[in-house]
């Protein structure tokens, strides 16, 4: 009885201890599996950091229908920027069968839109409307009714949006550096037309305040100059030459605020540049009753020290980012391509919407 007792014992431990053995044997080659063998996600992550495509992947190709204003540029790796694939960008109309998108630049489309209706075109080929300009300057938009499946320009609720500039978050809030004040207000401008409304309130300002004026028909300043010689104004006149929804131009992002001093600007609604800025960063013409209240305070605000430091504490934590060009504009189109899902839309009234 005692032996049986310890045979049976002897049996159990046993089945035990194989057991052990074998989930542990299994649970390793498991963690050999997994250390080997990278998840899906893993890998995806891997391949988004390289500019190669995958043995299979298919590569995409953008064709840019014609030089923006016919002001060639270099294509830039976009992988650098956005940690995607690159894409393949070509000028050359061979492709114009093989490119899986096109990009028509407004400007330089808009005079032969029967040309561009009547192009063949693969069924499952992409245009994109690319436009920086404002509505009014934007001719025949009537013309680009359904024709093109995605919008890229500066107004936020483009497919793609391409800003003139943007706000940066600092890892770590910074000191404040104010370059230093000696003349007071500054505007630079080169499309002088005199009926226009920011030409017409600049008539007013200047019968209360001083207003330096360069570009064209005015004082000199060669475009290396532009921003250490803004930066010695306490004011910017950020003044738009049209008012419509998202168009702030780099008249605020690189004349007025990468040269250290504080915008005045008229455009749209100050609600539409808060979007874009914190409320305390700049001065909206439309927060006062007349030019002669604006430079009252223009000029009350340029000798109190501490009433005009406070419209540089957003700096501490944000940093201005003014638009790096045409090659970072197309860049965004690659990285948007293969980072949405892909599908099919016609814009049917673009001149409804782009107002």
């Known amino acids: 009885m005692i032996s049986c007792r310890k045979l049976f014992i002897f049996l159990l431990f046993s089945f035990i201890f194989s057991s052990c053995v074998l989930v542990f044997l299994h649970q390793f080659r498991t963690l050999e599996l997994e250390h080997y ?109 359904n024709l093109f499946n995605l919008t890229m320009s500066y107004r936020r609720d483009s497919d793609i949006f391409t800003p003139y500039g943007e706000l940066q978050l600092l890892g770590q809030p910074q000191p404040l550096n104010i370059p230093p004040k000696t003349k007071l207000v500054a505007w630079v401008v080169s499309n002088w037309r005199a009926g226009s409304h920011r030409v017409k309130y600049y008539q007013e300002l200047k019968k209360h305040i ?58 749209p609604p100050r609600e539409n540049y808060e979007r874009f800025l914190p409320p305390d960063s700049f001065i909206h013409v439309d927060d006062f009753a007349s030019a002669g209240d604006l430079a009252q305070y223009l000029w009350e605000l340029s000798r109190d020290v501490k009433r005009y430091r406070r419209y540089f504490q957003w ?33 049917p009234s673009l001149s409804e919407w782009f107002v």
């Open 37 to 145: 063998s990278p998840s899906p996600t893993a890998q995806l992550a891997r391949a988004g950091n390289t500019s190669t495509p995958r043995k299979g992947e298919h590569r995409l190709t953008i064709l840019l229908w014609k030089w923006p204003f016919g002001y060639r540029f270099n294509f830039r790796n976009c992988s650098q920027l956005y940690g995607t694939p690159d894409c393949h960008f070509t000028v050359n109309h061979s492709w114009s069968q093989k490119a899986d998108v096109v990009i028509m630049h407004h400007r330089d489309v808009c005079g032969d839109v029967e040309g561009l209706a009547q192009l063949p075109r693969v069924p499952s080929q992409r245009w994109i409307w690319f436009n920086l300009e404002s509505p009014s300057h934007s001719p025949n938009l009537g013309a680009m009714d």
């Open 210 to 267: 001083a207003v330096d004026v360069y570009g064209q028909h005015h004082l000199p300043l060669p475009w290396d100059k532009l921003l250490p010689t803004v930066s010695q104004y306490n004011f910017y006149l950020a003044f738009e030459n049209s008012q419509h929804e998202d168009y702030i131009t780099e008249k605020l992002w690189r004349n007025a605020l990468s040269s250290g001093t504080v915008p005045v600007v008229l455009g």
């Open 315 to 347: 700096r501490k934590w944000l940093k201005p980012v003014a638009g790096a060009g045409w090659a970072l504009h197309v860049c965004r189109a690659c990285h948007f391509l293969q980072t949405t899902e892909a599908r099919y839309q016609v814009v």
